[in-house]
């Protein structure tokens, strides 16, 4: 070993032994490997995404053209705003149901019992996912369980349309399937509100829904938000709930960026459409985020 | 006034556990009917989906991919987050929250996002596609569930103790594998449970990465489409819901018992 | 035993150890004593060795500590909040560093029983951490330490979780197991109770550097600083005039108090200023209940406050022909009565009362 090599060795193992150098190591592990593994793999996709495919070859000429495809082709607009128009309404759906149910826990359950509360809750999340989304098929389709009741009671001749391989059916299906990524956050939040404040409010004559809305809800904003995000953010891109019940008509972004890079063979497209639509998110959730933060400090003041 | 709003809570509490449970409810109900057609009518009581399931060998090769890959994913993971966690909660270095930014951006990205950005990756290179390929994703999308987990045993966790434990002249080594490890078991076993599940059911990211073997998820989307395996697929669900459930009792039942040895007490009980 | 030479300690831009040079004697019980953030903490952390000084050396036992972490020095060191493992028995938390040492488990086990039964805990080894009291996790805390014989066990804030009883009594059985183990003891306290009870010697400290040190009795008597006079026991402060002065002997007028004459003490060599302030300590002061009673001077007053301790009453007295205040304590002994406010009263004093500072 050279004694510049060595000069630098021992500076190396010094380093290590220091706090920060502890820190680095340890956190540069993780690091390392998500810049391999994530950044990396972005940034190509990114690049490719402005190449192009030439039959079995990518041609690494810069082009816009996949762009320009992806915001002038009626067919990726429908369903990029599709993609997004569901993922709102999940959300919208989702956090909206599982208020009540954080509320509930957080306020109408004896702590010694909360656990087995949340637990209840997350029980019927421990089956496959894909099947999950296959039983909402079942229970929703021509001779599902909603229809096949409702026919041979007699309520209903025709099995009910607005609920089979639609949009609706889509929403149906998202909304429970990320029911509890909506109810833990809330639930959080819900929990770390001090109940002195409540009885202190109570004390000074607050009713009941003043309490709730001038300062329940105020307190629970950050799980809402958080919970907000957790479900629109990966209902964007989900792929299963589309394929099984939606139907030609409920169809969302990640299915053709899937065709793209499989079965059309066009990578490059398929890159556009995943980078346009990381983009779209990123932008709808720091507007929300913004605009959450807007209101927080309006309201405070 | 003050009732019916407690009865009014109660009651769309009850219609809210109907929803959640009712694919659940469906699934033992299918796998044990009669019948090929996984509808109403019921048709009648019957072992044969489960014995199918016993005969299937597509099924056990899928199965043990599955369970290879958790495992690993799991313990890779865990180990990710550990180091992450302890990093941010214990030591103070330049980035930090930069670095600890990236490892937890898979939480906030659509799982079709990775899946693709890995594949371009594999595909530039040339790799084959194999077990090892969805593990690589499966790790980088359990390491921010694994890194929550551990940040919240770290952040409980009362520093002297491991300065007390150099102070009587322990190793760092020592000290980490006779004091830290030992109070942050339970977020070790937490984190393991949690990316074993995670993977075990992840579909999407094995859908792009998979190349010959396929992991269960991958294996059940490819029975979907024939209607005739459905009623086995049912009793498979069952059967998964089952395990993971005695899984879940059983780290319950451990975490209690580590709880009550470290003298913490846990708020909340299972049972 | 532990020397210090000028050693510095900063965080970002505070100074938390301005240049501390300080010598402990073997086998002494050396107190450490100021207000919160004083860096008396962290320079018990830095002889520990959890810290490193920026600039400056440590010797233990005549062995400079550079580079030495605290796994390796020969101090063990007693947390503010005991840092008892929890996963542990009281026996496996007292053996811990015999075991890391890789002993003999029939040797451990007799002497984790000799250390317990010193702490006064014998019969308690098998008991699971979270079992015991303040009061016992203290002892195993001491246990823990001292079985592994340390050159200086360093204690932090040691009695400051327990309440007061406990507290009172600890201090005399910290003060004997010290002579009992002959080991130097160095204590970290913001309490000057425990410092004066305790101590062979006492630092008081402020803002990262050594005020004074000195015997608990010298720091009481002679306060070198106002802000020393301050923080041990109470002080009234008087304006005061310097009138005339020698090599051994000052001559001051106290506003309101009156004139007197005072040896020089010895820190005071250089010449006094005209016009300076002098400290008087409520015990000094005698409230005159009876006529007869004749002192070497006296001054009137008025009563304008009071304070009933049981067993003391403090009262405050403003000087008669002059706005300053005094504080003076008196035993209540049998058949005297406590007096009340607006009452006008004599106080008597004599030379010896006077600190200058």
Known sequence: MGKEKLLKFVTTRQFIRTEQGRGLTLMGVPFIYAALLLAAPLTAVFALSFWSQDYLEIDRTFTLANYHEVWSQPIYRVLMARSLGVSTLVTLVTVTLAFPIAYFISFHIHPSKKLLWIFLITIPFWTSYLMRIFLWKVILGYNGVINGSLTRLGIIEEPLSFILYNFNAVVITLSHAWAPFAILPIFVSLEKIDRSLLEAATDLGDGPVRRFLCITLPLALPGIVAACLIVFIPTVGDYVTPRLVGGPDGLMIANIIEVQFKRANNPPLGAALAVSAMAIVALASLLFVRLNRKYLRSNSS | ?271 | MIELNSVTKRFGRTVALDSVTLTIQRGEFFSLLGPSGCGKSTLLRTISGFEHPDEGDIYIDGQSMEGVEANRRPTNLVFQNYAIFPHMTVGQNVGFGLRRKGLRKGEIKSQVNAALEMVSLEGLENRHAHTLSGGQRQRVALARALIMRPKVLLLDEPLSALDKKLREQMQFELRHLQRAVGITFLLVTHDQEEALTMSDRIAIMFNGRIAQLASPEEIYARPLSKQVAEFIGSMSFLRAETLSQTIDAITIRIEGLGTATLPRPAQLSAAMKKNITVGVRPELLTILFDPSETFEFETPGTITGRVYYGDMTYYEVRLNNSSQVVTVSMRNTAGRSILSEDSAVRIGWDSSSITLI
């Open chain 2, 1 to 271: 006034m003050k009732w019916t709003l407690k009865y009014g809570l109660w009651a769309y509490v009850s219609l809210y556990l109907i929803f959640l449970y009712m694919p659940a409810l469906l699934l033992p109900i299918f796998a044990l009917n009669d019948s090929r057609i996984v509808a109403f009518p019921l048709q009648g009581l019957t072992w044969r989906w489960f014995a199918l399931l016993w005969e299937t060998e597509a099924l056990h090769d899928a199965l043990r991919n599955s369970l290879i890959i958790a495992s690993i994913t799991a313990f890779m993971s865990t180990i990710f987050g550990l180091m992450a966690a302890r990093a941010s909660s214990r030591y103070a270095f330049p980035m930090r929250k930069g670095m600890a930014a990236l490892v937890m951006i898979p939480l906030v990205l659509p799982e079709i996002i990775v899946g693709v950005s890995l594949l371009v990756v594999v595909m530039q290179f040339g790799f084959d596609l194999s077990l090892w390929t969805i593990i690589l994703g499966h790790v980088l999308i359990c390491t921010p569930f694994c890194v929550v987990v551990m940040s919240t045993a770290f952040n409980n966790f009362d520093r002297s103790l491991e300065e007390a434990a150099f102070d009587l002249g322990a190793t760092r080594g020592a000290t980490f594998r006779w004091v830290s490890l030992p109070l942050v078991l339970p977020g070790v076993i937490a984190s393991l449970l949690i990316s074993f599940t995670i993977s075990l059911d992840e579909f999407i990211i094995a859908f792009f990465l998979a190349g010959v073997d396929v992991t269960l998820p991958v294996y059940i989307w490819g029975l979907l489409r024939f209607p005739a395996r459905l009623p086995s697929v049912m009793a498979l669900g069952t059967f998964l819901l089952a395990a993971s459930l005695l899984l879940l009792i059983s780290a319950e039942v451990i975490r209690r018992y580590g709880a009550r040895r470290a003298g913490t007490s846990s708020n909340g009980h299972l049972f």
